[in-house]
């Protein structure tokens, strides 16, 4: 949850996140969300269990051999783990692939990064898409 962590730069430039998730509140509360009040997260959580913003933002799912052979995934949560990061176990489905998209206040996609394997951007990346998105008529004075 490190968007949460720097909710106060995503506040400064005036910008709003929602988190799609497909499992069911519970398991969520037990995963995702475990040892976190989701009722003072700063942002919403949307619930899609049929999965069709998945698949219309083309959300695919990884093979098995994608994720359990690739040496690089276990590289990553190894890095993370050292680094203090508490993994939290999957949800039902660990072969579903999310992304990030930064959408403007027209609705138009300014960034896009589906997700391959365990490759999510840095919030640091995200923000930066987020700035670069406001015009000039969306700007501070």
């Keep these: 949850m490190k968007v949460r962590q720097r909710w106060d730069q995503w506040e400064a430039i005036g910008a709003a996140a929602v988190f799609v998730v497909f499992d069911e509140p519970d398991l969520l509360q037990q995963t995702m969300f475990d040892g976190i009040d ?6 919403e959580v949307a619930v899609d269990r049929e999965r069709v913003s998945y698949d219309a ?3 695919t799912r990884a093979r098995h051999r994608d994720i359990w ?3 690089n995934v276990y ?3 190894w890095r993370l783990m050292r680094a203090g990061d508490r993994l939290r ?5 660990v ?5 990030d998209f ?3 206040s027209r609705g138009r996609i300014v960034y896009a990064r589906p997700q391959e394997r365990d490759d999510r951007p840095a919030v640091s990346e995200l923000l930066a898409a987020a700035k670069r998105m406001r015009g000039p008529e969306d700007r501070d004075p």
């Excluded at 989701?38 to 942002?43: K, T």
């Design 69 to 71: 052979l690739d040496p």
């Design 95 to 99: 072969l579903q692939l999310g992304g």
């Design 102 to 104: 930064v959408v403007d």
């Design 57 to 59: 933002w083309g959300l």
């Design 75 to 77: 590289r990553t949560y």
């Design 38 to 43: 989701v009722a003072e997260l700063p942002f």
């Design 89 to 93: 176990p999957g949800g039902s489905d």
